[in-house]
């Protein structure tokens, strides 16, 4: 059975950095690709992030080119997201999430975390 464990979150300052984690159980092949969603309050859950364990593609959402990597450890199962130069719009619920295949922007994803907070403060 697949879980996936989200941690890293908290409150930071604009301009700072965090780094989220997301620990992966029962590994499969239906978690060929990994992608990170957030959901502000009152917004819908939007992708922001993915990557397969190999080659290692990643695909990024416009708003976090240059900003955010994606990247993953395989032998301990884990995907990360560093952010950097953090804004107050990206204060949201951070969700792992895992699919055997299609298209990684969008939402049909099989497996997902618990979630964990990002508060960015102006």
């Known amino acids: 059975q697949v879980q996936l464990v989200e941690s890293g979150g908290g409150l930071v300052q604009a301009g700072g950095s965090l780094r989220l984690s997301c620990v992966v159980s029962?590994?499969?092949?239906?978690?060929?690709?990994m992608a990170w969603f957030r959901q502000a309050p009152g917004q819908e859950r939007e992708f922001v992030a993915a990557v397969n364990w190999s080659p290692g593609n990643t695909f990024y959402a416009d708003s976090v080119k240059g900003r955010f990597t994606i990247s993953r450890d395989s032998a301990k199962n884990t995907v990360y997201l560093q952010m950097n130069s953090l804004k107050s719009e990206d204060t949201a619920v951070y969700y792992c999430a895992a699919r055997p295949r299609g298209n990684v922007y969008r939402l049909s994803y099989d497996y997902w975390g618990q979630g964990t907070q990002v508060t960015v403060s102006s």
């Open positions: 029962g590994r499969t092949s239906s978690t060929t690709f």
